[in-house]
């Protein structure tokens, strides 16, 4: 009996011997009154054991069967699924192995099993969040993980992630290269999907915006004194669409993409594992199929405004012209132009007036191609074929002197050494010359 029973017991035992009414009763015990007389028969007829439930002690019917938890342990003892949480474990149990389980019961036993451990929370200062924004597409967070994603069994990938700052709306794509055209394929991507957002905010990584270069013994100007830097190719490319690009000052500012990571980090890891992906082809098929589906139906939340703030792709927005390596070049008076080494002719018929020593628009596309804009107009282009550099002759052997082996010069040049290391007088001899039957002067 707890100690509850006994305090319950005393004040039906007053009520029994009429020291307090019914209602007194009822009120203290937090009962109704019709309860306090159901109990107060039981106890004169049963007596003090009135009060114990008659089903304590007995094992629940709704409890999981020995037979049961020992299926449920050989599926999660397996290594594929190491360092699976109860919530995430009872999600897998039910999809692949048709184990229907609450993830609080289920965390009950793999702590009893020592396959999880139990962690108080513990109490940390409140920190304030931003405010999500109203719609969605108003502003995109954008960063990018290099976790080791496929635990050693494949190559090193990196994840880039776009996340909706109003509803958590995830677009993501596994790379090779945290590179300008990696970050560009994905931003076509997301833009052929949902259209063009307010802003994206990512950053301030040398991909997004150029640094200024200072000598190490200079000190950097301020922002507002410096000349205008140009842009990157991502930020000429987002000029040309028409979208913003705002730079965090922290990790803490964009702190949306940043917990999206630690998301990421614990079970697409584990799914990659389940899945047996070792290749960036595999982990983007799985990321396409199952996490990015699992993650925009669980974790999308509805925005404060049910508008869209993305805008459609015009005639004016041409993606593969704007999410491609850009250079300027002068065209040579034959009409070629040089990219990284290589010459380019350029081919129109007629040739349009002024092209000669003017300025064009080369584009390295994300295909590979080359195309070359002069004014309005492309030029259909062609590539130059390298020049073949003849193999530079080999010098003809000297002829050896056929008395004393030597190179005909060398006898001259000993000569003229012999002269030059010939020994003078010694000071002691020069000094003991008789110097005044010389002559002051020649005559």
């Given at each position: 009996m707890t100690q509850q029973d006994r305090d319950r017991l005393v004040v039906l035992r007053k009520t029994e011997k009429r020291l307090i009414t019914q209602g007194q009763a009822a009120q203290e015990l937090s009962i109704s009154v019709r309860q306090v007389r159901r109990q107060v028969r039981a106890l004169k007829t049963r007596g003090d054991k009135a009060l114990i439930h008659g089903l304590r002690g007995l094992p629940s019917k709704r409890r999981i069967s020995e037979e049961k938890q020992a299926q449920i342990l050989a599926v999660l003892s397996q290594e594929v699924y190491r360092g699976f949480g109860p919530t995430l474990a009872s999600e897998y149990l039910r999809d692949k192995h048709q184990v229907k389980i609450g993830r609080e019961a289920l965390r009950q036993i793999m702590i009893a099993a020592g396959l999880w451990r139990a962690r108080r929370e513990k109490v940390e200062a409140v920190h304030q969040w931003r405010p999500r924004r109203s719609c969605r597409g108003e502003m995109v967070q954008w960063d990018t993980s290099d976790h080791?994603?496929?635990?050693?069994?494949?190559?090193?990938?990196?994840?880039?992630?776009?996340?909706?700052?109003?509803?958590?709306?995830?677009?993501?794509r596994f790379a090779r290269h945290d590179s300008t055209e990696e970050n560009m394929r994905l931003v076509w991507q997301y833009l052929e999907r949902h259209g063009r957002p307010g802003s994206f905010y990512?950053?301030?990584?040398?991909?997004?915006?150029?640094?200024?270069?200072?000598?190490?013994?200079?000190?950097?100007?301020?922002?507002?004194?410096?000349?205008?830097?140009?842009?990157?190719?991502?930020?000429?490319?987002?000029?040309?669409?028409?979208?913003?690009?705002?730079?965090?000052?922290?990790?803490?500012?964009?702190?949306?993409?940043?917990?999206?990571?630690?998301?990421?980090?614990?079970?697409?890891?584990?799914?990659?594992?389940v899945a047996g992906a070792c290749t960036a082809d595999q982990a983007n098929r799985y990321?396409?199929?199952?996490?990015?589906?699992?993650?925009?139906?669980?974790?999308?939340?509805?925005?404060?405004?049910?508008?869209?703030?993305?805008?459609?792709?015009?005639?004016?927005?041409?993606?593969?012209?704007?999410?491609?390596?850009?250079?300027?070049?002068?065209?040579?008076?034959?009409?070629?132009?040089?990219?990284?080494?290589?010459?380019?002719?350029?081919?129109?018929?007629?040739?349009?007036?002024?092209?000669?020593?003017?300025?064009?628009?080369?584009?390295?596309?994300?295909?590979?191609s080359v195309a070359v804009r002069f004014r309005d107009r492309y030029l259909q282009v062609e590539a130059c074929a390298v020049p073949t550099k003849a193999a530079p002759l080999a010098p003809p052997p000297k002829a050896a002197s056929s008395r004393s082996g030597r190179v005909p010069g060398e006898a001259s040049r000993a000569a003229i050494r012999s002269l030059l290391n010939k020994r003078g007088l010694p000071v002691w001899k020069a000094a003991q010359i008789d110097r005044t039957r010389t002559p002051d002067r020649l005559d």
């Open positions: 080791d994603w496929l635990e050693g069994r494949g190559e090193k990938l990196y994840l880039i992630h776009m996340i909706d700052d109003a509803t958590s709306e995830l677009t993501a990512t950053d301030k990584a040398s991909l997004f915006r150029t640094a200024p270069k200072v000598r190490r013994d200079q000190k950097a100007l301020p922002r507002d004194e410096r000349e205008p830097l140009p842009p990157t190719q991502i930020g000429r490319a987002l000029q040309e669409l028409g979208i913003v690009w705002q730079g965090a000052h922290s990790p803490q500012a964009k702190g949306r993409v940043e917990r999206s990571f630690q998301t990421a980090q614990d079970r697409l890891v584990k799914g990659l594992r990321l396409e199929e199952h996490f990015l589906p699992w993650w925009n139906q669980h974790l999308v939340v509805a925005a404060a405004n049910p508008a869209d703030a993305h805008r459609p792709l015009g005639a004016q927005h041409n993606l593969v012209a704007s999410l491609s390596r850009v250079e300027t070049r002068q065209v040579d008076n034959d009409y070629t132009v040089p990219l990284d080494g290589k010459k380019y002719r350029l081919v129109a018929k007629p040739m349009p007036a002024g092209l000669r020593g003017a300025t064009v628009r080369m584009e390295q596309r994300l295909d590979g």
